[in-house]
């Protein structure tokens, strides 16, 4: 099983609909979690960041964390357009505190 | 306040040459991370520095890759002698803690002909 698992995608979703993306991890020590998101030919963007079970609003991002079913979601509600991008998710490894990233998720939110 | 910051945004250099990144991080950061992207694969973990020690090389994938950071400030990157397959973007990251988010640089997008 790798670390971070993402599905590549791509997610199509339409504009003004809530885009959900999924994330799971294999190390069940892992203490936090990110979500970064990479418009083409950019460096990844910090979006959200959670280290407690349930959910952190911001916005319209929100992250889920199930730590007991090692699983860390995004939801983008009221998609955009501009949302457009691969999102990556990236883990806290417990084991040995490096940051490990997901393959990412191509997003398309379609006008 | 600066973000992190790498140098040069773009380098094309030829086989067997040594080419050398910079990273700057955010002033405070003790934890620097570098990261490389090459085409159509998915950001790798490269090593991880506190202060100016490595924390953890585990991702570097041969003795042709050196890094370092005197003084726990900025980090070097070194490529000697480069390959083809170095080619990719090379991302810096820094954070306070190891629990605490990490910020990304801009990248150096490395061409190897």
């Known amino acids: 099983q790798k670390e971070v698992e993402q599905n590549s995608g791509p997610l199509s979703v339409p504009e003004g609909a809530i885009a959900s993306l999924n994330c799971t991890y294999s190390?069940?020590?892992?203490?936090?979690f990110f979500w970064y998101r990479q418009y083409s030919g950019k460096s990844p963007e910090l979006i959200m960041f959670i280290y407690s079970n349930g959910d952190k609003e911001d916005g319209r991002f929100t992250a889920q964390l199930n730590k007991a079913s090692q699983y860390v979601s995004l939801l983008i509600r009221d998609s955009q357009p501009s949302d457009s991008a691969t999102y990556l998710c990236?883990?806290?490894?417990?084991?040995?505190?490096?940051?490990?990233f997901g393959k990412g998720t191509r997003l398309h939110i379609l006008p | 306040e600066a973000g992190v910051t790498q140098f040069p945004s773009h380098s094309v250099i030829e086989k067997g040459q040594t080419v050398t990144l910079r990273c700057d991080p955010i002033?405070?950061?003790?934890?620097l991370y570098w990261y490389r992207r090459v085409m159509g694969k998915e950001i790798k973990f490269l090593l991880h520095f506190v202060k100016e020690s490595k924390q953890d090389e585990s991702g570097m994938p041969n003795n042709r890759f050196l890094a370092e950071r005197t003084g726990g400030t900025y980090s070097t990157l070194k490529v000697q002698p480069a390959e083809l397959e170095d080619s990719g973007v090379y991302f810096c990251?820094?954070?306070?803690?190891?629990?605490?988010?990490?910020?990304f640089g801009q990248g150096t997008r490395l061409t190897v002909v």
């Open positions: 990251a820094s954070s306070q803690s190891v629990v605490t988010e990490a910020f």
């Open positions: 990236a883990v806290n490894m417990n084991r040995d505190d490096k940051i490990i």
């Open positions: 190390d069940r020590g892992s203490q936090s």
């Open positions: 002033s405070g950061h003790d934890n």
